[in-house]
């Protein structure tokens, strides 16, 4: 089946460090890959989304490149912001033949960002 | 565009009771609709997956009796909890799919307690 993998948190960084989130997937065929990220108290919010492999998705500085032949979908950023403080979620849809595809989450990584 | 919105935020309502959630794409018409729950620190699980006109589909394990889903528009879905428990306490989060999309958008989610 469908299967979203990413890495524990919580993740602590100061502002302007690097961010790495991991994330890898296992899935047949040719899935699309998302991140969404949640901010405290509110719903999820598209971050970048990625549709067939080595497309490469960017959103607000944040980017993630769909490998195939690692089956991963990695989110980084050069420099964080106490704004970008938030849970962040891997996900993929891969539409059966004929049915309606359903997003399949990972647990989520909860990232906080320090002055 | 692409604004999904839940109605209401937040509700309290006494065991035994039955609540509506409401949930409107605002500025796109949304051929499925999904609701999820999730619960604190945890991931998204999905509930059901609604398409405008036809009943919808509840995935394993979620008693479509008590959770009642229906798409009466292209732009509307509604979850009722029926006869709620403390235990269907939750945070309620639907999504809306536009015509010939893969991507979903988020509502902001609903907070449900039940005494």
């Known amino acids: 089946g469908n299967s979203v993998t990413q890495m524990e948190g919580p993740v602590t960084l100061s502002e302007e460090a690097f961010l790495t989130i991991n994330c890898t997937y296992t899935?047949?065929?040719?899935?699309?890959l998302f991140w969404y990220v949640q901010y405290p108290g509110e719903g999820l919010q598209l971050l970048l989304k990625?549709?067939?492999?080595?497309d490469k998705g960017s959103n607000k500085g944040f980017e993630a490149t769909y490998r195939k032949e690692t089956t991963s979908f990695h989110l980084e950023k050069g420099s964080v912001q106490v704004s970008d403080s938030a849970v962040y979620f891997c996900?993929?849809?891969?539409?059966?033949?004929?049915?309606?595809?359903?997003?399949?989450f990972g647990k989520g990584t909860k990232l906080t960002v320090n002055p | 565009g692409a604004v999904v919105s839940q109605h209401p935020s937040r509700v309290i309502c006494k065991s035994g009771t039955s609540v509506k959630i409401e949930c409107r794409s605002l500025?796109?018409?949304?051929?499925?609709m999904f609701w999820y729950r999730q619960f604190p620190k945890q991931s998204l699980m999905l509930m059901a997956t609604?398409?405008?006109?036809?009943?919808?589909?509840?995935e394993q394990g979620v008693e479509k009796d008590k959770f009642l889903i229906n798409h009466a528009s292209l732009t509307l879905s509604t979850l009722t909890v029926t006869s709620a428990h403390p235990e269907d306490s939750s945070f309620y989060i639907c999504?809306?799919?536009?015509?010939?999309?893969?991507?979903?958008?988020f509502g902001p989610g609903t907070r449900l307690l039940v005494l």
């Open positions: 999504s809306a799919r536009r015509v010939a999309s893969e991507t979903q958008y």
């Open positions: 899935a047949t065929g040719y899935p699309s």
């Open positions: 990625a549709t067939k492999a080595d």
């Open positions: 996900a993929l849809t891969n539409r059966p033949q004929g049915g309606s595809e359903k997003l399949v």
């Open positions: 500025d796109f018409q949304a051929t499925t």
């Open positions: 609604s398409n405008e006109g036809s009943k919808a589909t509840y």
